[in-house]
């Protein structure tokens, strides 16, 4: 099974190596998790794993989740989440699965979780723009992105606005993922992961921390 889990951002810290070296890291509880599900190719056309993390009251949930956990030999959980595989599972139902998955030489992780959300903004906050000038005769038009017409920006279409174009509008609480970075130490004792470098989301957010792709 690949390095997969899900955990909790908990914040930020730093680690000092043997050299003096400060490095500021994000401490991330991942797991442990159970493992609910486990989906095969012969039976539904595709090899995954489906984790649970975070145990609930069964009062806040429903009774179908409440069935689906107990068959893992399990409490309900708050967060359930399935990982694609490329091969057959090589943990069964109801397998706990904790960071020793990390420990056996994983040197780089992706980290996917919601970014912070900033309610609804304007174009300068938003995408950086420089507002309009702050004299000759602008009078309460200064944060404003000004013309969103023009023959330019809009050459084919007409008046039309085209799709994409930068406005004001919510900024943050995005899916985002921190690509190729740093596994600094795993603690087993306590189920953490310091991993060097920001991760997505405010503090106490679900994450999802797998072995890098791209980098190993």
């Given at each position: 099974?690949?390095?997969?889990?899900?955990?909790?951002?908990?914040?930020?810290?730093?680690?000092?190596?043997?050299?003096?070296?400060?490095?500021?890291?994000?401490?991330?509880?991942?797991?442990?998790?159970?493992?609910?599900?486990?989906?095969?190719?012969?039976?539904?056309?595709y090899?995954?794993?489906?984790?649970?993390?975070?145990?609930?009251?069964?009062?806040?949930?429903?009774?179908?989740?409440?069935?689906?956990?107990?068959?893992?030999?399990?409490?309900?959980?708050?967060?359930?989440?399935?990982i694609?595989?490329?091969?057959?599972?090589?943990?069964?139902?109801?397998?706990?699965?904790?960071?020793?998955?990390?420990?056996?030489?994983?040197?780089?992780?992706?980290?996917?979780?919601?970014?912070?959300?900033?309610?609804?903004t304007?174009?300068?906050?938003?995408?950086?723009?420089?507002?309009?000038?702050?004299?000759?005769?602008?009078?309460?038009?200064?944060?404003?992105?000004?013309?969103?017409?023009?023959?330019?920006?809009?050459?084919?279409?007409?008046?039309?606005?085209?799709?994409?174009?930068?406005?004001?509008?919510?900024?943050?609480?995005?899916?985002?993922?921190?690509?190729?970075?740093?596994?600094?130490?795993?603690?087993?004792?306590?189920?953490?992961?310091?991993?060097?470098?920001?991760?997505?989301g405010?503090?106490?957010?679900?994450?999802?921390v797998?072995?890098?792709?791209?980098?190993?």
């Amino acid at each position: 099974m690949i390095a997969a889990l899900l955990g909790k951002k908990i914040g930020m810290t730093r680690v000092c190596d043997e050299s003096g070296v400060v490095t500021p890291v994000t401490v991330v509880q991942a797991g442990p998790c159970t493992v609910m599900q486990v989906r095969t190719r012969d039976v539904d056309g595709y090899d995954a794993v489906q984790l649970g993390f975070e145990d609930i009251k069964p009062h806040r949930t429903t009774k179908a989740l409440i069935g689906h956990a107990a068959r893992a030999g399990t409490g309900p959980k708050r967060y359930a989440r399935e990982i694609r595989l490329n091969e057959q599972a090589t943990v069964a139902q109801g397998d706990v699965v904790t960071v020793d998955l990390f420990a056996e030489g994983v040197g780089y992780v992706d980290v996917t979780g919601v970014s912070k959300g900033h309610g609804f903004t304007g174009v300068m906050r938003r995408f950086g723009f420089g507002g309009q000038p702050a004299s000759h005769g602008t009078e309460r038009k200064h944060r404003s992105p000004g013309g969103i017409g023009a023959a330019g920006s809009t050459r084919g279409t007409g008046r039309a606005i085209r799709k994409g174009k930068r406005m004001a509008g919510h900024k943050g609480h995005d899916r985002r993922t921190a690509r190729c970075q740093r596994l600094m130490k795993v603690d087993a004792e306590h189920n953490l992961l310091l991993i060097k470098g920001s991760v997505p989301g405010p503090n106490g957010s679900l994450v999802f921390v797998r072995q890098s792709k791209t980098r190993k």
